[in-house]
C-alpha cells in the first residue's frame, strides 16, 4: 500500500472501458473487480483520491505500450503456471476441449 506521500492522488489509466464500466456497476461482482474496489476504498479511508481513467488503445502511450508488452510477455511465458482459480468453468471447458482437439 501506498504510505506517507503528502500528494494522495492516484491517477490510474486502462484502454479496457469494460474494466471501467464494469467498477462503476454495482452489480457486478466479478472477483477481480471486487478486489479493486476493496482496495480503492481502503485507500480512501486514509484520504487518498483514485482516479481511474480510459486512454485510447495503441495510440503511442509509453505507459500503455509497456503494459501491453508486459501482458503478451505473461501470456506467452511457458515458465508461468497456468491458474484457472476465479476462471469461468465455461472457459476452463472451452480451452480443454480445444486442446483436446488439437491433439
Known amino acids: 500500500m501506498l ?4 500528494n494522495k492522488r492516484v491517477q490510474i489509466y486502462t484502454d ?11 452489480k ?22 483514485i482516479e481511474f481513467n480510459w486512454i485510447k488503445a495503441h495510440a503511442a502511450h509509453q505507459g500503455n505500450e509497456l503494459a501491453d508488452e508486459l501482458a503478451k510477455e505473461a501470456a506467452t511465458n511457458s515458465d508461468i ?4 482459480f476465479r476462471m469461468p468453468k465455461s472457459a476452463v471447458k472451452s480451452e480443454l476441449c480445444e486442446i483436446s482437439e488439437t491433439k
Open 3 to 6: 504510505q506517507n506521500n503528502t
Open 16 to 26: 479496457s472501458q469494460i474494466t471501467l464500466e464494469s467498477l462503476k456497476n454495482r
Open 28 to 49: 457486478s461482482h466479478k472477483h477481480v473487480t471486487e478486489k479493486i474496489r476493496r482496495e480503492v476504498i481502503e485507500l480512501e479511508r486514509h484520504n487518498w483520491k
Open 81 to 84: 503456471k497456468e491458474c484457472y
